[in-house]
């Protein structure tokens, strides 16, 4: 058996990984490579080792950076079966189409005002074809072991998001494990990530090589506050969210603090379609996960939706205090920016982030302090305050997951690649790990081959 990284090395995005036997080729994570533009122009280069010719992809979870080039495969004539979870492949359903949505947009985008080089712009994929490849997905539970060729494969939960798997392999009397996205043991919504079995070898993420998430007030403390805050100014306050796993942990946390008389009842807005739809699986799928379905039940009808632009237009009209949910989590686009034209000159608004936030993003520059930020063309004042939630990552840091680590049953010695991290965080967690554990530790090469 031998391992090509194609994506999700020296990097912590675009995750590919290529299995090759003597007689099947699978592809584990299909992700696009996203954030700079040297790695975004990974996506257009010619399909390495052939991959739309695999005999199956196995996805650990729906997020883009994991799942969002499966598209541009069918696109080149992929036809084979791609196995994920059965709320992983709820998710991509909703998410590949909006990333083809978008992408067709920005392409209009482009052609109109002539920004690009080419005559006529084209998406990576369109809707239409990310809806087509959706034909191809194939859900699975976990623990269910499947058969791609001689290949038998099982996903078992990694916590994170719904859906979020560690992939386990076993071919050629050898067994490999891919950890994906692994989620945090004391997650507010998500379970923690099931321990790992014995392995011949471990593909381990790296995204919080180098972090240890801040030990601080307790994220609901720190949410009634901010709340609080803005209802006695009489403001209003604006969430800028994730669509998957924290615009359902928001609301959450927001009709619990007023349920138990801890901020004041105002009405909450979550106005954004495809967090709604999410939200709709997180329901569906509720036993993945910490809340019940009556607690799914209480929390998301005591928010009201906003699906249509109409409805979304008419929040504006909405006097006194209330919050408004809306994508995107770092305010590079969606409905969050026409609240911003409304409120972010206000001095009683707030507006809070409540995740990471990439260095140059609308986001970045108003927790850095800008007096004002370009939107659609107008620079606007920034008059709100700007505050942070700290505490809500759905990523492990690095000792929670050496904590997961010591809880598996991995042998000494046993071999572990490390991918899906900043080139700082891989080596400074590559020195961690040699130093307190017993695992032969290793970078991951980009494009580079391991041998089993």
Not at 376 to 402: F, N
Request: charged fraction near 25%.
């Amino acid at each position: 058996m031998r391992i090509v990284f194609l994506g999700g090395a020296e990097t912590v995005t675009g995750s590919k990984y290529l299995v090759e036997t003597d007689s099947t080729r699978i592809l584990i994570d299909c992700g696009l490579f996203q954030g700079y533009k040297w790695l975004r122009r990974r996506n257009w280069q010619p399909l390495p080792m052939g991959i739309n010719q695999v005999d199956g992809v196995v996805l650990t979870h729906a997020h883009l950076d994991h799942s969002g080039f499966v598209p541009v495969l069918y696109k080149e004539g992929f036809r084979g079966p791609v196995f994920a979870h059965h709320a992983t492949s709820g998710l991509c359903d909703i998410l590949l189409a909006d990333s083809g949505r978008i992408q067709e947009e920005d392409a209009k985008y482009l052609g109109k005002h002539k920004l690009s080089r080419h005559e006529k712009p084209e998406p990576l994929y369109d809707e239409a074809t990310a809806k087509s490849a959706m034909k191809l997905f194939q859900g699975v539970e976990f623990h269910q072991q499947f058969e791609i060729g001689d290949i038998k494969v099982t996903l078992q939960p990694a916590g994170h998001i719904l859906g979020a798997s560690s992939v386990i392999i076993e071919a050629e009397g050898k067994k490999v494990g891919f950890s994906g996205d692994v989620g945090r043991p004391q997650d507010i919504m998500m379970y923690p990530p099931e321990p790992l079995p014995d392995l011949d070898l471990l593909l381990l993420e790296s995204t919080y090589g180098d972090r240890l998430h801040k030990e601080t007030e307790d994220a609901e403390e720190q949410l009634a506050a901010v709340v609080k805050e803005t209802s006695e100014a009489g403001g209003v306050l604006l969430i800028p969210s994730f669509s998957v796993g924290r615009a359902q942990l928001l609301q959450y946390l927001l009709v619990k603090l007023m349920e138990e008389g801890r901020i004041p009842r105002q009405p909450i807005y979550l106005d954004s379609p495809m967090a709604i739809n999410v939200s709709g699986l997180y329901q569906r799928f509720h036993k993945l996960h910490r809340l019940s379905d009556s607690d799914c039940s209480r929390t998301f009808g005591a928010v009201e939706y906003t699906r249509s632009v109409d409805e979304s237009k008419a929040i504006a009209s909405q006097s006194g205090p209330h919050i408004i949910i809306a994508g995107s989590g770092m305010a590079t686009g969606g409905r969050i920016l026409h609240h911003f034209k409304r409120w972010l000159g206000d001095h009683r608004a707030t507006v809070l982030f409540s995740g990471h936030q990439a260095g140059g993003t609308r986001g970045a520059k108003m927790l850095q302090g800008v007096e004002s930020i370009k939107l659609h063309g107008q620079w606007l004042p920034v008059k709100a305050r700007i505050r942070s939630l700290e505490g809500l990552s759905g990523h492990a840091d690095y000792q929670e997951i050496m904590d997961w680590l010591a809880q598996s049953k991995l042998k000494p010695n046993t071999p572990i690649q490390l991918v899906h991290g900043e080139l700082d965080a891989l080596e400074t967690f590559r020195d961690c790990l040699m130093q307190r554990t017993s695992y032969d530790v290793e970078v991951a090469d980009y494009q580079g081959v391991y041998h089993l």
